[in-house]
């Protein structure tokens, strides 16, 4: 896993309004506890619906972070 700030290199889609939400919902180390939910055999729409956050986002996240998702 890449251990990069989601406010580095922003991707155009993640706002700062879109950072600080993630940060709300994912805690102090949210590469960690997406890795923590893919780990759990969730999928990102599961993972979405969980956070209540948009699937594409947790798509992107797992991305950026390099955490392989599961089919």
Same mark, same amino acid.
């Given at each position: 896993?890449? &251990?990069?700030?989601?406010?580095?290199?922003?991707?155009?889609?993640?706002?700062?309004?879109?950072?600080y939400r993630?940060?709300e919902v /994912? *805690?102090?180390? !949210?590469?960690?506890?997406?890795?923590?939910?893919? #780990?759990?055999?969730?999928?990102? &729409?599961?993972? *979405?619906?969980?956070? #209540? /956050? !948009? &699937?594409?986002?947790?798509?992107?996240?797992?991305?950026?972070? *390099?955490?392989?998702?599961? !089919?």
């Amino acid at each position: 896993m890449k &251990h990069r700030s989601i406010f580095e290199n922003r991707s155009p889609a993640l706002t700062m309004k879109d950072a600080y939400r993630i940060l709300e919902v /994912l *805690g102090p180390m !949210p590469a960690e506890a997406l890795a923590a939910m893919v #780990d759990y055999g969730l999928s990102d &729409h599961e993972i *979405g619906r969980y956070y #209540d /956050l !948009p &699937h594409d986002m947790i798509t992107i996240l797992r991305d950026y972070w *390099g955490i392989a998702g599961n !089919p």
